[in-house]
């Protein structure tokens, strides 16, 4: 069975710019969550989709959206990019519920100039 | 607000030790705690606890979780340089939809 896959795998911005990241989960998992990894914040909720619907988020600014199509594969998008959103952007995936084992994927690494 | 504090930060051991790694938290509701191992990538899944006083053993990996006490540790014995990595401590609520991360415990096993 193959694992979450995520694209791109890596990614230089400028400020200013916006940018959208890919998620498929594990086929037949239907909750994907986004989180956010940065050095000095560790690892941050963004928010978590089922049937493409948003059924949880976490403290971000409304730069950060998300969607969910209805294969379960998902999209983040970030808007008017800054400096401090550079980290590394991981999605996971579960069966239903998100408290059940997740799956994540390798991440996108996106860097701000 | 939920927070899961983790600790030691930072642990250097030679291989053979066995080491204990701590997770206590504050949550609302708490529904489950998972650990995971993030070695260069993506975290990849190790336990997830639920019940109080249970332990989840896997090969040189165990876990147990105190829901009285609001904590949960994991050991690992007779540590191997492949165990290096950081190893991350996360608490699910009861409504099921959202994980708080602590920052992790950083294991450097030296040969």
Known sequence: ?113 | EDKVVQSPLSLVVHEGDTVTLNCSYEVTNFRSLLWYKQEKKAPTFLFMLTSSGIEKKSGRLSSILDKKELFSILNITATQTGDSAIYLCAVADNYGQNFVFGPGTRLSVLP
Request: glycine content about 10%; hydrophobic content about 30%.
């Open chain 1, 1 to 113: 069975k193959a694992g979450v896959t995520q694209t791109p795998r890596y990614l230089i911005k400028t400020r200013g710019q916006q940018v959208t990241l890919s998620c498929s989960p594990i086929s037949g998992h239907r909750s994907v969550s986004w989180y956010q990894q940065t050095p000095g914040q560790g690892l941050q909720f963004l928010f978590e989709y089922f049937s493409e619907t948003q059924r949880n988020k976490g403290n971000f600014p409304g730069r950060f959206s998300g969607r969910q199509f209805s294969n379960s594969r998902s999209e983040m998008n970030v808007s008017t990019l800054e400096l401090g959103d550079s980290a590394l952007y991981l999605c996971a995936s579960s069966l239903v519920q998100p408290q059940e084992t997740q799956y994540f994927g390798p991440g996108t690494r996106l860097l701000v100039l």
